[in-house]
Each structure stands twice: as C-alpha cells, then as structure tokens.
C-alpha cells in the first residue's frame, strides 16, 4: 500500500480525505455559491493535490514525487469537490427559484410540473 499511495493508509485517510478533502469540500460549495462553472473546482482540485503531497511529504515522511500517490490523492479530492459543488448547486436552484424548480435528490433537480 506504501509503494502504491507514497505513505501509510491512515496517513492517506487522515490527510487525504479529512484535511484535504474538508478544503475541497468547502471549495466546491464556494465555487457552487458564487456560480462559478465546475470546470474551475476540477483545476483547484489539482492544486489540492499538489498540497495534499506536501503535506504528507513534509509531516509524515511520505514520498513527494510518488506519481500514483498524487493520481489516486486528486481522484478523491476532486470527488469530494464535485459531489459538494453539485448538491450546493441542487440546494441553491431550489431555494432561489422555488416556482420553476423542485428537489430530484441530493444533487439534482427538475422543473416544476403544472398540476
């Protein structure tokens, strides 16, 4: 596991998914709340990857130039700032145009039918 994410899995999770992934969690709710296009929450979630293998090269003694590492680390970051962007962007369209739109599930929504 070492050899393929370039440090230790609780390293990986803790940093990874809860210190960084927190950051890209409120970066597509940022991104979704100043409706900003979802192609920027893909190019800040390459520069949390980026920050991601610093930390844990520089806290945790993982590799820095680990390619898989860096792969596997944005994949996930950039989930989370998708998921996040898009169910903002769900709760938002409903809440400010309560008449065209209505809640499909967390992340999507449809318009309004006229009964």
Avoid: C, H, K
């Avoid at 940093?15 to 890209?24: D, F, K, Q, R």
């Amino acid at each position: 596991m070492i050899a393929v994410l370039g440090t230790t899995l609780p390293v990986f999770i803790g940093v990874t998914l809860v210190l960084v992934g927190g950051a890209a969690f409120m970066t597509g709710q940022a991104l979704s709340a100043n409706w900003r296009p979802a192609r920027q929450a893909v190019a800040y979630s390459l520069l949390l990857g980026l920050v991601d293998r610093f930390v844990i090269f520089s806290l945790f003694d993982g590799e820095l130039l680990s390619l898989s590492g860096y792969v596997i680390g944005t994949a996930m970051i950039m989930t989370v700032a998708l998921l996040s962007y898009r169910a903002t962007r769900a709760r938002t369209m409903v809440a400010q145009y309560p008449w065209l739109y209505e809640r499909t599930g967390p992340f999507g929504w449809r318009e309004r039918r006229a009964d």
